[in-house]
C-alpha cells in the first residue's frame, strides 16, 4: 500500500518562499508521474504541478515562474520550491501521482501566506 506523507508548509509573508517535501514509500515511484495538488478552503483540490518520469513538467498558469518541482527516484520524494508566494497560494498542499487514480491521500501540509 502507498502512504505519502507531505511536510514542509507553514505561515509566510507574501513574497516569500517555502520548500514542499513529499515521501512514497511503497510505490513504484520511479514509473509513475507525480504531481502537487492544493486545496483552498471552500474549493475543489487542483494539480498545480506534475512531473514525468523523464522529467517532463507542467505547472498551471498561475504559478509559472514562481513555482519549481522536481524529484529524486532514488529516494522516492518529491519537492515543490514554492517563490513570490501570494495569498491565494494558501491552501493545503498534497502530493499524488498525477497519471491513472489517485493512491490513498495524505495528510497534505498546510500552507498559509499573509498579505
Known amino acids: 500500500q502507498v502512504q505519502l506523507v507531505e511536510s514542509g508548509g507553514g505561515l509566510v509573508q507574501a513574497g516569500g518562499s517555502l520548500r514542499l517535501s513529499c515521501a512514497a514509500s511503497g510505490a513504484i515511484f520511479s514509473i509513475t508521474v507525480m504531481g502537487w495538488y492544493r486545496q483552498a478552503p471552500g474549493k475543489q483540490r487542483e494539480l498545480v504541478a506534475k512531473?514525468?518520469?523523464?522529467?517532463?513538467?507542467t505547472y498551471i498558469d498561475s504559478v509559472k515562474d514562481r513555482f519549481t518541482i522536481s524529484r529524486d527516484d532514488a529516494k522516492k520524494t518529491v519537492t515543490l520550491q514554492m517563490n513570490n508566494l501570494k495569498p491565494e497560494d494558501t491552501a493545503v498542499y498534497y502530493c499524488?501521482?498525477?497519471?491513472?487514480?489517485?493512491?490513498?491521500w495524505g495528510q497534505g501540509t498546510r500552507v498559509t501566506v499573509s498579505s
Open positions: 499524488n501521482r498525477a497519471a491513472g487514480p489517485p493512491w490513498t
Open positions: 512531473i514525468g518520469n523523464g522529467g517532463s513538467i
